[in-house]
């Protein structure tokens, strides 16, 4: 039992504040203080007189809290009524007086979480929200969201924010301090330049908080047309080098505009076009091409220097116009058009745009942080065709065999707040990175994005987000043609979002490589088709003998897989699924998967399903019995409560789209015609998968009616928003939603 003390302050009587206690990692509930105020304030008849209770209550307390009568003392009289923010007002019809009444004050709720913010630079489409926990906060609480464009009244339910689990993932990262614990999410599909309100209700057991941020997305750099400096008309590749000079005089600044007649300009033997200037944010500096196909960079050598260099620079737009490298593929030695990889210098908001680039080894090759640790932020990247040296063959080069390609990556953009997309490009190992991790060059990415790329033809991964942190996503792309689709090694807290893609044409069987303990990943929404897998190849010196393993086989050795999502994904797989008996479906070797939601995926064909929980795994002969082994087993979830491993998964058909899909035969040759493959038979018939060489546009893959992935899908705000029918569709077409422009639109 509480004991009451009135102590006099001034105007009021305070009794001292009520102490609540609670149990280890229970929540604080919020102080409370109660008084009476004295001379208690008289209303004369019903004249609608108010009175500021706020005024002449306690100090020092949190805003915001809400104002009551204890009911342990006098009732307030009728005809007057107080309200939560401390206004008391008379709409009687006789004297009154507070005489007695116990007023009491309860303070917000205080969870011990920081400001909402924009998790680095603001980015066109999307708000990368983080929320750091400040101290002990429940693992149950959880963060809900909504947004709107701020000149709207009208609120769209976001999806909730992940809390980071920093006590599952055991790698240490390689760069940018520990894990953070906090909640995190990114919000998708948003318009350039526009501002949004978000509003975050954080809910830890009875209490809530609400944490707001008001945000605007990037705006595009405008055209060229709007630069209010001056235009340098150059036609030689002497004239280009020295205005890009910080030392030149004269040289540019913002505003410029440095207009390149076409023509040829050689740097074969000159070097790398360094850039040194800077524009800024209201008046960037254009370098651009007279016309995209006539202006042409040339440098057919190979270096660590793009042909485009930028050294400690901001705000510069590169546009319209061709770079040639030197066509020639030479494994660990490359001809990259853009760069700005270096230990001692950085360079942000950078935009790389309408360029059309062939014969070299990379696109982009960014170091995102310079030494004093600050992140590079603001590179935009966008309608931009690539062609690479890599080749989808085996013979005369063996590119698909080997790991010959695998460092010939199309962009690698590492940092903060940072974009790719509507780019186009082919024929290179890994088509995306999220971040940079050569050594003595690594950096992670934080608030990195890839969305609505057409990608073809890559030797590796379609996307390597092997060492990112938080925020990245990997969104609304089409790939034909690849070795993988992802690849995790590792990926540091998450959450990476990875929704509403299509990949046709794999080549390996383990179509994700998780290769490393990983949490945070969420898969959403993606479409994958693959005919008969390699059988037989030679990576970094040992040989993969898988066979036609499976749709998905992932080893048992790379660590654990823990708090991640898995839903609404369709994988098709006409292969034998023959790795180590079989027939295979999911072979999935790895542990953990708890918590985890995985549901509403849809599957071909109902082979043999294997999934671990923990440190268990259990395999059954087809879906429906690989379930049953799992349901009785107590499970975690995150985000879909009550739903446990491979509910509302189904079985699909080979073909549910309604564009028939063919996918091409497989090529053969006798083992002995690769010196590398000489055991354990040199008459063993070697594989490759032949190039898919068709193009499919994104209402190809709508889901036929009537099949199983046809309205059945689970919504995830954010993701399947706009859908229509009883639900939404598996895979990256929903049926509601606007269709996707793949690649470079320029």
């Known amino acids: 039992m509480f004991q009451r003390f009135g102590t006099r302050f001034g105007g009021l009587s305070r009794l001292p504040v009520l102490q609540r206690w609670r149990s280890p990692g229970a929540p604080i509930a919020p102080p409370v203080s109660e008084w009476i105020v004295s001379p208690p304030p008289t209303f004369q008849q019903g004249d609608g007189e108010t009175y500021d209770l706020a005024a002449t209550g306690p100090t020092g307390y949190v805003a915001g809290g809400v104002y009551t009568v204890d009911v342990s003392g006098t009732a307030l009289p009728t005809g007057l009524s107080l309200s939560t923010d401390g206004t008391i ?11 007695g009444v116990i007023f009491r004050y309860t303070e917000p709720a205080v969870i011990a979480v920081g400001d909402l913010v924009s998790d680095g630079a603001a980015t066109p489409e999307q708000i990368s929200l983080w929320l750091p926990v400040t101290g002990t906060v429940d693992q149950t609480t959880t963060a809900t969201c909504r947004y709107k464009l701020a000149s709207v009244g009208v609120w769209t339910i ?30 998708l599909d948003l318009q350039p330049g526009e501002t949004y309100d978000v509003e975050v209700t954080v809910t830890e057991g009875a209490n809530q908080v609400i944490k707001t941020l008001t945000h605007t997305t ?59 200037v800077s524009g800024n944010a209201a008046q960037p500096i254009y370098i651009r091409g007279t016309t995209k196909a006539g202006t042409i960079i040339r440098r057919l050598v190979k270096s660590d220097f ?41 360079a942000d908001y950078i935009t790389i745009r309408n360029i059309a680039a062939t014969g070299i080894d990379m696109f982009l090759n960014s170091q995102g942080v310079n030494p004093a640790g600050e992140y590079s932020e603001g590179w935009l990247v966008y309608d931009n065709t690539a062609y690479g040296n890599n080749l989808w063959e085996r013979q005369p080069v063996d590119f698909l065999g080997t790991s010959r390609g695998f460092n010939d990556i199309g962009i690698i953009l590492p940092g903060k707040g940072q974009v790719a997309f509507n780019n186009t490009l082919v024929g290179f190992g890994d088509a995306f990175s999220h971040a940079h991790h050569a050594a003595g060059g690594e950096c992670d990415g934080t ?56 990949f046709v044409n794999l ?40 066979g036609d393993g499976a749709a998905w086989y992932q080893p048992s050795n790379n660590g654990q897989q823990r708090s991640l999502g898995y839903r609404n994904n369709l994988m098709v797989y006409r292969g034998a699924g023959t790795f180590s008996s079989g027939p295979w479906t999911l072979r999935n070797d790895a542990l953990g998967y708890d918590p985890c939601d995985w549901t509403h995926n849809s599957w071909y064909p109902n082979g043999t399903f294997r999934l671990g929980h923990l440190g268990s795994l259990y395999t059954g002969n087809s879906l429906a019995n690989c379930k049953a082994l799992l349901d009785p087993l ?33 090529l053969t040759w006798p083992a002995r015609t690769f010196p590398e493959n000489s055991s354990p038979n040199p008459e063993t018939t ?61």
């Open 89 to 99: 007002t008379d709409t009687g019809a006789a004297v009154a007086t507070a005489a």
């Open 158 to 187: 976001g999806h909730p924010l992940y809390r980071i689990q920093p006590q599952l993932q055991i790698n240490t990262p390689i760069f940018g301090g520990a894990i953070q614990d906090g909640f995190a999410w990114v919000i």
């Open 218 to 276: 990037r705006a595009l750099p405008a055209p060229y047309t709007t630069a209010t400096g001056t235009v340098y008309n150059v036609s030689t590749e002497a004239q280009l080098r020295s205005l890009l000079l910080s030392a030149s005089n004269p040289h540019l600044v913002p505003g410029d505009v440095l207009q390149l007649a076409d023509g040829v300009y050689d740097t074969t033997s000159t070097g790398a076009l360094s850039v040194q």
């Open 306 to 346: 793009g042909d485009f260099s930028f050294k400690n620079v901001e705000h510069v737009v590169v546009e319209n116009m061709t770079i040639e490298g030197d066509g020639i593929d030479t494994p660990n030695n490359w001809c990259i058009a853009f760069e700005s990889y270096n230990s001692s210098y950085q």
């Open 447 to 502: 608030a990195v994005h890839f969305y609505r790329n057409h990608i073809r033809n890559t030797t590796d991964d379609v996307v390597e987000s092997d060492h990112g942190r938080r925020n990245i996503t990997f969104y609304d792309n089409i790939s034909y043609n690849s070795m993988n689709i992802s690849s995790l090694d590792p990926i540091y807290a998450g959450p990476l979002i990875f929704a509403r893609n299509i």
């Open 507 to 546: 080549y390996r069987t383990r179509s994700h490589k998780w290769n490393s303990t990983n949490c945070g990943q969420f898969f959403y929404n993606n479409t994958s088709l693959a005919g008969p897998v390699s059988d037989y190849a030679t990576l970094s010196g040992s040989p993969i003998t898988q």
């Open 634 to 666: 107590t499970q975690t979830q995150i985000f879909a409560t009550g739903l446990k491993k491979l509910d509302s998964d189904n079985i699909t058909v080979s073909n549910p789209w309604v564009t028939t899909i063919t996918l091409p035969p497989l």
């Open 686 to 746: 070697i594989t490759q998968i032949d190039e898919y060489t068709g193009t499919l546009s994104y209402s190809d893959f709508a889901i036929t009616g009537g099949d199983q992935a046809k309205n059945s899908g689970v919504a995830i705000p954010g993701i399947t928003d706009g859908y229509t029918g009883a639900a939404p569709d598996r895979g990256a077409v929903i049926a509601g939603r606007t269709a996707v422009v793949y690649g470079d639109r320029s």
